[in-house]
C-alpha cells in the first residue's frame, strides 16, 4: 500500500530553522511531483513548495527565500528546509506526491501531517 511518512516537525523560536522529510514507500512513480502543503487553524490548506522529477521547483511567495524543496529519487524522499522560520508559518505540513506510477495508473497520496509551531 503506498504511503507517505513525514517526519522533523516540531517547535523553534521564530528566526529559527527546521528541516521536513517525507518518505514514500509501497509504490514506485515512473513520474511525479512531490510537494509540501501546509494548513494553518481556521485556513484552507496551501501549497508550500513543490518539485518534479525533473527537479523543477515552485514556491508560494510567502516562502520564496526561506524555503528550500529538494528529492533524493533514489531514496523516494523529498525535503524541505525551512529557515528564517516566521510565526505565520505555524501550521500541519502535508506531504504529497502525485504522478503516474508503473502499476496503478495516476495515483495522489497524502502524508498524515506533521505539526511545525513557530514562536515569537
Known amino acids: 500500500q503506498a504511503q507517505l511518512v513525514e517526519s522533523g516537525g516540531g517547535s523553534v523560536q521564530a528566526g529559527g530553522s527546521l528541516r521536513l522529510s517525507c518518505k514514500a514507500s509501497?509504490?514506485?512513480?515512473?513520474?511525479?511531483?512531490m510537494g509540501w502543503y501546509r494548513q494553518a487553524p481556521g485556513k484552507q490548506r496551501e501549497l508550500v513548495a513543490s518539485?518534479?522529477?525533473?527537479?523543477?521547483?515552485t514556491y508560494a511567495d510567502s516562502v520564496k527565500g526561506r524555503f528550500t524543496i529538494s528529492r533524493d529519487n533514489a531514496e523516494n524522499t523529498v525535503y524541505l528546509q525551512m529557515n528564517s522560520l516566521k510565526p505565520e508559518d505555524t501550521a500541519v505540513y502535508y506531504c504529497n506526491s502525485e504522478g503516474s506510477t508503473w502499476t496503478q495508473g495516476y495515483l495522489e497520496v497524502w502524508g498524515q501531517g506533521t505539526r511545525v509551531t513557530v514562536s515569537i
Open positions: 509501497g509504490i514506485i512513480f515512473r513520474v511525479n511531483t
Open positions: 518539485i518534479s522529477s525533473g527537479g523543477v521547483t
